[in-house]
């Protein structure tokens, strides 16, 4: 019987499936008068069954998932107290009396015991993954820069019109009267190598969306965008970014993409009433957030761990180069926190007193020595602005480590030693990456490194191979020659998650220089849920494909050596892959952000409800400090967003065969992978204090 049709049984036909391959369990269920009878019976059957075929981890992880002696759970991300009785429900199940049981939770039963009749692990081959990763396109091959060449050409004729029509006469993105139509391709065509341009010219509206996508979106998508507009999500999509969507019914595969521009049915229908996932984003004036920090206001500062707190500031780097389907602070664009108003973002004359006021709580705290940059995105601020945010950050680090004079031993604070900046817009407007900005990076660094700062990250976002484009690979390079590694997060979505995919943006990004970073489960609630993959693939992911990038000791030794330099990085980092037979780097790490606690993959499934979603149980990242506020967490109790089956059931309508998924039921437990030791924070100088401020724990 072929998996791909087990996924669509009812619950009918799944007990039948029962019968016909654990008959005996089917008669435990016949037999027992209640749950609590057949609970005894599946725990003999279980242990003899799995002393025959299984090891004694395989009989600890059946008793941990469906035999856990506590019946109600607290959802850590919802707050919501959950009541889970998986025995009581498959005996309920077996015998037709399943009310409200979804066949996903039946099946995940049915592929439980089925790998305990073998118990055998059998890893994909690395020819197998290979041929997954090769089968993913990227934005260089040449029929998919052919057919983006006259997506350019169709949409620039499209803002010649927009253009024309615009009432706005005092831009510099205008016509001449009686300018030629010849004249005016040729200055589209030019202004199109200008970021301010694409801002300038974003599509803002469903009904433009679908024009400059060729008017191939369907009835019932419009209907749906139309819905979304209503309901205030903002739309945001640069001229540049809609280029590399494909408008053709044969075009190559960019669903991964599209899924950034195109908001699901979920979206839209909980916009309103979505919660922030990021428990500690929520700042209440004088009271600690949910990590135990005290910060200055809600707006500006966030943070979860000692060594880092977020840095957004007043400006354009509030807004982006389009809005992300998935963005983590949707729930923010929900009370018109952010927008896409740059004109009103623009700083005002107050802000720079206020931005030296906030530089003092990094100044006065003693564990903070890395700022991140971003919003937002960092690089949406004007190279102008931008030079003014670190030059702030410069006199805060300057004025930090001048302090430390006066402190004695063991009592003096971390100094400044990582800046970071947060830009999607690599990926969303690589020309972005002008000579103003490369001049305002290379001045701070140099002036940064004389008072002991050392790392100089920007933090990109690519999803997919297909956002890797010639304009991307030079903007990259000049990043590089300013000085500053750049590091990517991916986030682990239904359509990035197919076989192969990561693996490929892995090898495309270190071709061109760029390093992994993370690759993040998807947050949120259900307005998220389209997007969800369960963390059980995310395991997969890194334990079948990702494995093929760990670097061994000498190539690391190598590699550590070569980013001291990042201008080399571009031209001798692949010529390091091709001497080892490496594929890619394996240098970032699959993880999930729990509200107000951190990243990590260390967990434990300990049950499943009714819908046959997976009840996991996170332990923290023992690999870095956290903040002393989550040692008076408790238990960390997650409850996916999809059951496995449900995901399976979309990885098939995207044409994947579901067989090659196979081994996805069997990954109930995961650990947190170990840091690559660039991600590390170098030694300091001094002997830092173990005492903390601006901390508030709640007992």
């Given at each position: 019987?072929?998996?791909?049709?087990?996924?669509?049984?009812?619950?009918?036909?799944?007990?039948?499936?029962?019968?016909?391959?654990?008959?005996?369990?089917?008669?435990?269920?016949?037999?027992?008068?209640?749950?609590?009878?057949?609970?005894?019976?599946?725990?003999?059957?279980?242990?003899?069954?799995?002393?025959?075929?299984?090891?004694?981890?395989?009989?600890?992880?059946?008793?941990?998932?469906?035999?856990?002696?506590?019946?109600?759970?607290?959802?850590?991300?919802?707050?919501?107290?959950?009541?889970?009785?998986?025995?009581?429900?498959?005996?309920?199940?077996?015998?037709?009396?399943?009310?409200?049981?979804?066949p996903?939770?039946?099946?995940?039963?049915?592929?439980?015991?089925?790998?305990?009749?073998?118990?055998?692990?059998?890893?994909?081959?690395?020819?197998?993954?290979?041929?997954w990763?090769?089968r993913?396109?990227?934005g260089?091959?040449?029929?998919?820069?052919?057919?983006?060449?006259?997506?350019?050409?169709?949409?620039?004729?499209l803002?010649?019109?927009?253009?024309e029509?615009?009432?706005?006469?005092?831009?510099?993105?205008?016509?001449?009267?009686?300018?030629?139509?010849?004249?005016?391709?040729?200055?589209?065509?030019?202004?199109?190598?200008?970021?301010k341009?694409?801002?300038?010219?974003?599509?803002?509206?469903p009904?433009?969306?679908?024009?400059?996508?060729?008017?191939?979106?369907?009835?019932?998508?419009?209907?749906?965008?139309?819905?979304?507009?209503?309901?205030?999500?903002?739309?945001?999509v640069?001229?540049?970014?809609?280029?590399?969507l494909?408008?053709?019914?044969d075009?190559?595969?960019?669903?991964?993409?599209?899924?950034?521009?195109?908001?699901s049915?979920?979206?839209?229908?909980?916009?309103?009433?979505i919660?922030?996932?990021?428990?500690?984003?929520?700042?209440?004036?004088?009271?600690?957030?949910?990590?135990?920090?005290?910060?200055?206001?809600?707006?500006?500062?966030?943070?979860?761990y000692?060594?880092?707190?977020?840095?957004i500031?007043?400006s354009?780097?509030?807004a982006?180069?389009?809005?992300?389907?998935?963005?983590?602070?949707?729930?923010?664009?929900?009370?018109?926190?952010?927008?896409?108003?740059?004109?009103?973002l623009?700083?005002?004359?107050?802000?720079?007193?206020?931005?030296?006021?906030?530089?003092?709580?990094?100044e006065?705290?003693?564990?903070?020595?890395?700022?991140?940059?971003?919003?937002?995105?960092?690089?949406?601020?004007?190279?102008q602005?931008?030079?003014?945010?670190?030059?702030?950050?410069?006199?805060?680090?300057?004025?930090?480590?001048?302090?430390?004079?006066?402190?004695?031993?063991?009592?003096?604070?971390?100094?400044?030693?990582?800046?970071?900046l947060?830009?999607?817009?690599?990926?969303?407007?690589p020309?972005?990456?002008?000579?103003?900005?490369?001049?305002?990076?290379?001045?701070?660094?140099?002036?940064?490194?004389?008072?002991?700062?050392?790392?100089?990250?920007?933090?990109?976002?690519?999803?997919?191979?297909?956002?890797?484009?010639?304009?991307?690979?030079?903007?990259?390079?000049?990043?590089?020659?300013?000085?500053?590694?750049?590091?990517?997060?991916?986030?682990?979505t239904?359509?990035?998650?197919?076989?192969?995919?990561?693996?490929?943006?892995?090898?495309?990004?270190?071709?061109?220089?760029?390093?992994?970073?993370?690759?993040?489960?998807?947050?949120?609630?259900?307005?998220?849920?389209?997007?969800?993959?369960?963390?059980?693939?995310?395991?997969?992911?890194?334990?079948?494909?990702?494995?093929?990038?760990?670097?061994?000791?000498?190539?690391?030794?190598?590699?550590?050596?070569?980013?001291?330099?990042?201008?080399?990085?571009?031209?001798?980092?692949?010529?390091?892959l091709?001497?080892?037979?490496?594929?890619f780097?394996?240098?970032?790490?699959?993880?999930?952000?729990?509200?107000?606690?951190?990243?990590?993959?260390?967990?434990?499934?300990?049950?499943?409800t009714?819908?046959?979603?997976?009840?996991?149980?996170?332990?923290?990242?023992?690999?870095?400090?956290?903040?002393?506020?989550?040692?008076?967490?408790?238990?960390?109790?997650?409850?996916?967003?999809k059951?496995?089956?449900?995901?399976?059931?979309?990885?098939?309508?995207?044409?994947?065969?579901?067989?090659?998924?196979?081994?996805l039921?069997?990954?109930?437990?995961?650990?947190?992978?170990?840091?690559?030791?660039?991600?590390?924070?170098?030694?300091p100088?001094?002997?830092?204090?173990?005492?903390?401020?601006?901390?508030?724990?709640?007992?």
């Amino acid at each position: 019987m072929k998996e791909k049709d087990v996924l669509n049984f009812s619950c009918v036909e799944l007990v039948s499936l029962f019968e016909r391959e654990f008959p005996t369990i089917m008669q435990g269920a016949s037999l027992s008068k209640d749950w609590k009878e057949f609970e005894q019976f599946l725990k003999g059957y279980v242990r003899a069954a799995l002393t025959k075929y299984s090891t004694s981890s395989s009989i600890k992880r059946f008793f941990r998932m469906f035999m856990n002696e506590t019946r109600h759970i607290r959802d850590f991300s919802t707050g919501e107290k959950i009541r889970y009785e998986p025995i009581k429900w498959l005996w309920q199940a077996l015998r037709g009396e399943g009310d409200g049981i979804h066949p996903d939770f039946l099946l995940d039963w049915y592929y439980l015991f089925k790998k305990y009749q073998t118990d055998e692990v059998v890893l994909p081959e690395r020819a197998r993954c290979d041929q997954w990763r090769g089968r993913w396109k990227t934005g260089m091959d040449e029929d998919v820069a052919q057919e983006r060449r006259e997506n350019r050409e169709r949409i620039c004729g499209l803002l010649i019109e927009k253009i024309e029509k615009r009432d706005k006469l005092n831009t510099r993105y205008r016509f001449e009267e009686g300018m030629s139509m010849e004249r005016k391709r040729e200055l589209v065509s030019e202004w199109w190598g200008d970021y301010k341009f694409h801002l300038a010219l974003a599509v803002r509206e469903p009904d433009e969306l679908n024009l400059f996508m060729g008017n191939t979106l369907s009835p019932e998508l419009m209907e749906l965008l139309h819905r979304a507009r209503q309901k205030g999500i903002p739309f945001f999509v640069t001229p540049y970014y809609l280029s590399l969507l494909s408008v053709r019914t044969d075009g190559y595969d960019d669903s991964t993409i599209r899924s950034y521009v195109i908001y699901s049915e979920e979206l839209v229908e909980n916009f309103g009433q979505i919660r922030a996932w990021e428990k500690e984003d929520v700042v209440e004036p004088g009271k600690p957030n949910a990590a135990g920090w005290l910060l200055p206001n809600a707006t500006n500062i966030h943070r979860r761990y000692p060594e880092v707190a977020i840095f957004i500031p007043d400006s354009m780097g509030r807004a982006c180069g389009g809005l992300c389907a998935l963005c983590q602070r949707m729930y923010d664009f929900q009370k018109g926190h952010l927008n896409f108003n740059l004109d009103r973002l623009k700083p005002t004359d107050g802000w720079e007193v206020k931005m030296e006021r906030l530089m003092m709580y990094y100044e006065h705290d003693s564990q903070l020595r890395d700022i991140l940059i971003t919003g937002g995105d960092a690089l949406m601020s004007q190279n102008q602005t931008l030079e003014k945010i670190l030059d702030a950050v410069f006199r805060m680090a300057v004025r930090k480590r001048e302090l430390n004079k006066r402190r004695g031993k063991g009592k003096k604070y971390a100094e400044i030693q990582r800046v970071r900046l947060g830009s999607r817009l690599l990926a969303y407007l690589p020309s972005r990456v002008n000579d103003g900005l490369i001049e305002v990076l290379k001045r701070f660094r140099e002036k940064a490194e004389q008072v002991g700062i050392q790392q100089f990250f920007i933090q990109t976002h690519f999803e997919s191979p297909l956002e890797v484009t010639e304009e991307v690979i030079q903007a990259t390079r000049r990043l590089l020659e300013a000085g500053w590694i750049i590091t990517n997060q991916a986030v682990f979505t239904v359509a990035v998650s197919r076989r192969g995919h990561t693996a490929r943006l892995r090898e495309v990004l270190n071709r061109i220089g760029i390093l992994t970073y993370y690759t993040f489960s998807v947050k949120g609630f259900e307005e998220n849920y389209a997007l969800f993959a369960p963390n059980s693939r995310s395991l997969q992911e890194m334990l079948e494909e990702k494995v093929y990038g760990d670097l061994p000791v000498e190539l690391e030794k190598e590699i550590l050596e070569l980013l001291k330099y990042p201008e080399r990085i571009p031209s001798e980092l692949p010529d390091l892959l091709d001497k080892y037979w490496q594929p890619f780097l394996a240098t970032d790490r699959n993880v999930m952000n729990l509200p107000g606690i951190g990243k990590s993959m260390t967990y434990q499934t300990v049950g499943m409800t009714k819908e046959g979603k997976r009840i996991l149980r996170f332990s923290l990242d023992v690999g870095r400090r956290h903040s002393p506020q989550v040692d008076h967490e408790g238990e960390i109790y997650i409850v996916e967003s999809k059951s496995i089956a449900a995901y399976l059931r979309q990885l098939q309508a995207l044409g994947e065969r579901v067989e090659d998924y196979s081994s996805l039921w069997d990954y109930t437990e995961g650990r947190t992978e170990s840091r690559f030791a660039l991600f590390e924070y170098p030694e300091p100088r001094i002997e830092i204090t173990g005492d903390f401020t601006n901390l508030e724990i709640d007992s």
